[in-house]
């Protein structure tokens, strides 16, 4: 059995959260450079260039590439073999969130209770976690922060299965739409498909933070993504919303079982800061 | 080639208000102020109990702004523009009071389209996700009221060369919508 100390836990999620959000993946920032030189409108172009010098001044002065450093997701997957001593896991990684964005400069943007008072925690925690026990004895972190911005555009519809891939391609796209600029695009769109309520969505959610150029593994699925992606981009949304064929650079799609009379459609949007950070213990 | 952005001082008088077009370029140089979601509820809530805010806001141009925290030696952290449609309920009653053009990203109401015509007020739009960016084009970042609300402060901002694009002129232009047609296939 592997032992992992609670405070290497608080460590590297204090150290996932400053990198996350002050460098944008590589992946990321070969997508931009990518769909610069294939957008037509020169607005795009030259949004789509500052976006990527954005990201160089941001990674070069350790700042936020985006003043919304988000909410603090964290997709935790603990090997079954190891075991956790010298403190809560959980508190672990709400302490590592708490001394990331406080020694980061991030901007802490967590209320404690959602409609009352809105009091601001003051350091970002606490963290969502999302856990999966796996076989193993290795615990795998990955933080993708989320802003509002693309977070509160995100949809979830209880289809029907005669509503069929049409009624996916119609959600996919009135999420899009409906957004606009609002979640700067150009977007990495997360399709939830299958399972109920709760697991559509959190599938749209790992699907939005999945590493660009990833493919979902079954054929038929890594088609629908193209297909997909091909429909956000004649939306003619485009950088910005100021017009262009550049409105997503991906689609991704993780689907699971679901019910013989459902098909649930969650769409986790997010934008051009599609941020994450993992780490291995 | 893009044509090149037009200088503009801030705050602007009604007659350059009434000159900018839907599509145009700009570079803001001059002051802004630095308000969101909770300073706007708590300034018209002010305002519609018949009080003055400790502020002015006649002429005066609104960024919705959060920044993040500045590293000692920084003006500013991270500071790109937030969602302007968070804002829309309060904004007509702003304008009313006297503001005269706003700064931020995505899609405007209905009514607060017909307020912009109504009071001559444009909406201008910043480039979302660039906060490393735009940080370099402010120079001063002073906080003016509400310092509890932390990055939701009401803040004046000393900005130059801020690069922003007008979406929706006072005439009724929006460029969200003809800036995308051409490219719209579906
Ligand atoms: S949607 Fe993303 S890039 Fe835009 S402001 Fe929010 S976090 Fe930043």
């Given at each position: ?281 | ?33 630095a308000a969101r979601d909770a300073a706007h509820k708590r300034m018209v809530e002010t305002l519609e109990q018949g009080e003055s805010l400790p502020f002015s806001l006649a002429g ?44 931020g990203k995505g899609y405007r109401s209905a009514a607060v389209a017909a307020a912009i015509r109504e009071y001559g007020a444009p909406y201008l739009a910043a480039v979302g996700g ?57």
């Amino acid at each position: 059995m592997r032992v992992i100390h609670a405070q290497t836990i608080t460590d590297t999620v204090a150290r996932l959260a400053i990198e996350a959000c002050c460098h944008l993946p590589l992946s990321v920032r070969d997508a931009l450079s990518r769909a610069a030189s294939q957008e037509p409108s020169p607005a795009g172009r030259e949004i789509l260039a500052q976006l990527q010098e954005n990201a160089s001044i941001a990674s070069a002065e350790h700042m936020p590439i985006c003043q919304d450093t988000g909410l603090a997701v964290v997709f935790a997957e603990l090997g079954q073999d190891a075991h956790i001593v010298g403190g809560d896991f959980e508190a672990a990684i709400h302490e590592g969130v708490r001394q990331g964005y406080v020694q980061g400069y991030l901007r802490k943007s967590c209320v404690a209770e959602p409609l009352f008072e809105r009091t601001n925690t003051g350091d970002n925690s606490p963290a969502i976690i999302h856990l999966r026990l796996v076989p193993g004895d290795r615990l795998h972190l990955r933080l993708a922060p989320k802003g509002a911005g693309s977070e509160n555009k995100s949809l979830l519809k209880m289809l029907t299965p005669a509503d069929g891939l049409d009624g996916v391609r119609q959600t996919v796209l009135e999420a899009v739409q409906t957004a606009g600029p609002s979640a700067c695009p150009p977007l990495v769109v997360g399709v939830g498909l299958g399972g109920n309520m709760e697991v559509a969505a959190l599938c749209a959610k790992r699907a939005a933070a999945r590493d660009l150029g990833s493919r979902n593994p079954h054929p038929r699925y890594a088609a629908l993504e193209e297909e997909l992606l091909t429909l956000c981009n004649k939306t003619g949304i485009g950088p910005q919303g100021l017009g262009g064929r550049t409105t997503a650079l991906a689609v991704h799609i993780e689907w699971a079982a679901t019910h013989i009379a459902m098909l649930p459609v969650a769409v986790n949007l997010n934008c051009h800061a599609a941020r994450h950070a993992s780490a291995s213990l | 080639m893009q044509p090149a952005a037009r200088q503009l001082c801030v705050p602007f008088d009604a007659a350059t208000a009434r000159s900018l077009r839907a599509g145009e370029q700009v570079l803001l140089s001059g002051t802004i102020l630095a308000a969101r979601d909770a300073a706007h509820k708590r300034m018209v809530e002010t305002l519609e109990q018949g009080e003055s805010l400790p502020f002015s806001l006649a002429g005066a141009i609104i960024y919705y702004l959060g920044p993040s925290p500045a590293r000692p030696g920084q003006v500013i952290g991270a500071a790109g523009p937030t969602t302007a449609g968070r804002m829309d309920p309060y904004t007509p009653c702003l304008l009313a009071h006297g503001l005269r053009g706003m700064i931020g990203k995505g899609y405007r109401s209905a009514a607060v389209a017909a307020a912009i015509r109504e009071y001559g007020a444009p909406y201008l739009a910043a480039v979302g996700g660039a906060g490393a960016l735009l940080s370099r084009c402010i120079k001063h970042y002073t906080v003016l009221a509400y310092p509890e609300l932390g990055p939701e402060a009401v803040a004046a901002l000393a900005v130059e060369n801020f690069p922003a694009i007008v979406v929706m002129d006072v005439h009724g232009g929006d460029w969200y919508r003809t800036g995308q047609a051409p490219y719209c296939e579906l």
